[in-house]
């Protein structure tokens, strides 16, 4: 399969956080934090934003990734963080272009918007393709800790990853961790802006023809206005087209878009409505659904506390409001695919949803992308999460099977309210390595599945 990935890849510093030793970092802004913890920025401007962010992230267990605004602060979390981190492949299209030439795409093109040395280490060697520098000749995909002296253009973000149980004091209150998960504080100009390669698009353009799909993501990272007084709409504009354009000169390309969590709900309510109509499928989380939901004034509740039956009812009708298309939510315990159309059959759409699932916790338990086969067989002795399996039931008790109806390994495919339905629960593992990009390891190895029963 020959992919183009567009549109960011960046170097993730992961840093484990420690509670206690954070609290004692934040006790000299203890009284700006508590007031920005009441009303959250949503972007930081200021050390007190980012703890502001951390703490919210931490007390709820969400996941958040807030723009950093201002370079001082990106220089005082380099200064404080950059040591002590594991460096790897950032950004959802970094992350997915390694999963699908690790799983064995024969030609992976990425657009890099800043391919510095380091940048290109992390990238995979197997079937990773840059248009003007060849193939990829350093490994370092499996990460490595940071010992090099920060150069200040490397795109870095910082996920501050924390464990659930996690349980520390900040001024009078106890912090206490429901569930594992990260937040993102990203400085990134490049990717900011949506960078667009010229070498990648002149490579897609004359190449064009010969590819089977087209991963992209990256928009959550636009900004609604930036420093010269422009706004994101023309930079999505500019994707949009690109986009289009692929599509008139192969009808046959195949496009995923992973989607993110944006700054700003209306931006992400506009991108979210441009691109639905003109790709295959949009990959989101139940926070973007929730958040989407609620833009186009669906019911939300339940979305958050996982509830499939509440999922799968708004997620039929977003369908329905902004589509017809699919729409396919990963959560921590099921995936779900809802489609105004059949893209592949039903047998073959249950086997690229385990097919994600399995690839995504094996790569969680080891922190590590591996061969198809050994991933696979690590995946088997990974359990399938209990919540997932019950809410999959759930939905299987509420929906009759029907003539075309399939449950099997507790799964299930089914037709409801004109569209198509599958719901597969994930596989936990009990001490993950990292939790960052496990949402882009499900939908692009799906995406490749896919691609390969299409063929
Ligand atoms: C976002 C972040 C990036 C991270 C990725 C994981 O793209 O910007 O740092 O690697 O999410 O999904």
Partial sequence: MKILCGYNANIDAIYKVDGSQMAEMAESYREEISEKIKDPPGFISSIPDFFAGLFTSMEKGTGAEWMVRDKEVSRWLRNNFLEGS??????????MANVLSELGASRVIPNVANPSE???????????????????????SGGAFSTFESDENELIHFVFDFKKGEKFRFIENIISVPRENRFI?????????????????????????EMDGALISGYHLLRERYPDGSSYVEKLNRSLDQLKEWKVLNNKLYIHVEF???????????????????????GINEDELAMLAHMSELDTSGILEMDAEAILETAVSLCEVSGPGRVQIHTREFVLSVASDMHLGAEHILETLH??????????????????????????SIGRSKYGKEQVQNIADQI???????TREDSIFRKYREHFICAVPTRLCGDPVAT???GDTISSAIFLRELELRA
């Fill in 86 to 95: 594991l460096l790897r492949m950032g950004g959802n299209m970094g992350i």
């Fill in 400 to 406: 009759p099977s029907g003539d075309d109806g399939i």
């Fill in 118 to 140: 380091l940048q290109m280490s992390f990238f995979s060697r197997k079937a990773i393709f840059i248009p003007d520098g060849g193939e990829i000749q350093i490994d370092g």
């Fill in 185 to 209: 504080a990203t400085y990134d100009p490049l990717n900011f802006e949506l960078h667009i390669d010229e070498q990648f698009s002149r490579y897609a353009l004359e190449h064009i023809g």
């Fill in 436 to 438: 960052v990009g496990l």
């Fill in 355 to 380: 097919f994600g699932v399995n690839c995504a916790a094996a790569f969680a338990c080891s922190g590590k992308l591996d061969e198809r086969e050994n991933l696979l067989k690590i995946a088997s």
């Fill in 260 to 282: 993110g969590h944006f700054s700003s709900d209306k931006m992400a309510y506009d991108v979210f409505n441009s691109l639905f109509p003109l790709v295959d499928s949009i």
